[in-house]
């Protein structure tokens, strides 16, 4: 919708009043007088209509609208602040209308945000308490079990301050998970970059997790391993890090006798390093979601391994913290592959 200036406003509205008063008058009587003296009148009246129309406008609307319009655009959400060329009156409801309009759009996208970040409030503390509800009732169950004679029995005691100690050691996991995200996600952990051999560091990855995978008879190596070292600048202990859950979370998930790749594909200013399984793969609808915070595919089978359900999330919030991507391709019953992309060493 086209606005118009105050100014353009009266000089139409002058304009109008002044043909339809001299017109109705010329139509109703019989003036006799000069052409020039009606000429001069209408002049005078159309000057006149001007004017006081001029002033009603900036007197009645003009200035009670400044105000609500100056609040509007000092607001810190409208995203910028009034110049001063805007505060003329001529160009004021020229500009107030795609003003406000702007302003709405901003508060109608601040409120959505709001709700976003109070849902996510409120999806995050139902999670952590669910994850942590578990091991204090199973420490409460076997301290209170202690308590009341099991302590003396040498059959209960070992087994269940063992049980203790692993419920103890799983809150301490969650926890520590928990800070990891925080401190990446405000930008408080500062990244070690450093020069390293990504090969070197997946073989050490595969060597740590070697007897997990031997127990659940998965083979787990390096798909077409380069002849020579690949260089990669980033932060050692975090990009081991992310390729530890990688590979873990391809051996809860594989099935027995499954196999967990990791590969290189070169891309000349950067290497993707792939982490591939044959296990269960991920629903289509669930993809979104897979790096989410406490989020997991098969929840029962994830507790009962250990899992926080922090891992992906981790991992993707470090490979951000390097400027590069992740992704990941599932298919259902087939199995998963992450790719993610890291600097090349010069």
Do not use: C
Request: aromatic share 8%; proline share 3%; charged share 30%.
């Amino acid at each position: 919708m086209k606005t118009y200036s105050s100014r353009f406003l009266s000089l139409v509205v002058s304009v109008i009043l002044t043909l339809l008063v001299f017109g109705m008058m010329m139509a109703v009587r019989n003036y006799k007088l000069p052409v020039i003296v009606i000429v001069i009148a209408a002049i005078l009246f159309f000057v006149a209509a001007h004017f006081s129309i001029l002033f009603i406008l900036r007197k009645y609307i003009i200035d009670r609208i400044k105000p609500i319009y100056n609040t509007i655009r000092d607001l810190p959400l409208s995203g910028k602040r009034l110049d001063e060329q805007l505060l003329d009156p001529n160009s004021l409801l020229l500009n107030v209308k795609n003003e406000v309009e702007e302003w709405a759009k901003t508060q109608l996208k601040e409120i959505e945000r709001l709700k976003e970040l109070e849902k996510y409030r409120k999806d995050f503390v139902g999670n952590v308490s669910h994850e942590l509800k578990t091991p204090i009732f199973n420490i409460q169950g076997y301290v209170l079990t202690l308590l009341e004679g099991g302590l003396d029995d040498p059959k209960i005691n070992k087994l269940y301050l063992k049980r203790t100690e692993k419920s103890i050691d799983r809150m301490v996991s969650i926890v520590e998970d928990l800070e990891s995200i925080t401190k990446l996600e405000s930008g408080e952990l500062t990244l070690n970059m450093t020069r390293f051999d990504i090969i070197k560091t997946a073989e050490e990855v595969i060597e740590m997790e070697h007897w997990q995978a031997q127990e659940n008879k998965i083979s787990v190596e390096i798909l077409h391993k380069p002849e020579r070292p690949i260089y990669v600048r980033a932060d050692k202990k975090r990009i081991l890090e992310v390729l530890t859950n990688l590979v873990v979370n391809g051996i809860k998930y594989s099935r027995k006798k499954g196999f967990v790749h990791v590969s290189f594909h070169d891309l000349e200013d950067h290497i993707i390093v792939e982490v591939t399984d044959n296990g269960i793969g991920i629903d289509k609808k669930d993809l979104p979601r897979i790096f989410e915070r406490f989020f997991r595919v098969d929840k029962s089978r994830s507790r009962e391994q250990g899992g926080t359900g922090l891992g992906l999330s981790i991992v993707k919030h470090i490979i951000e913290a390097h400027n590069q991507s992740i992704n990941v391709r599932s298919v259902l019953d087939q199995g998963t592959s992450f790719n993610f992309t890291l600097e090349k060493a010069k």
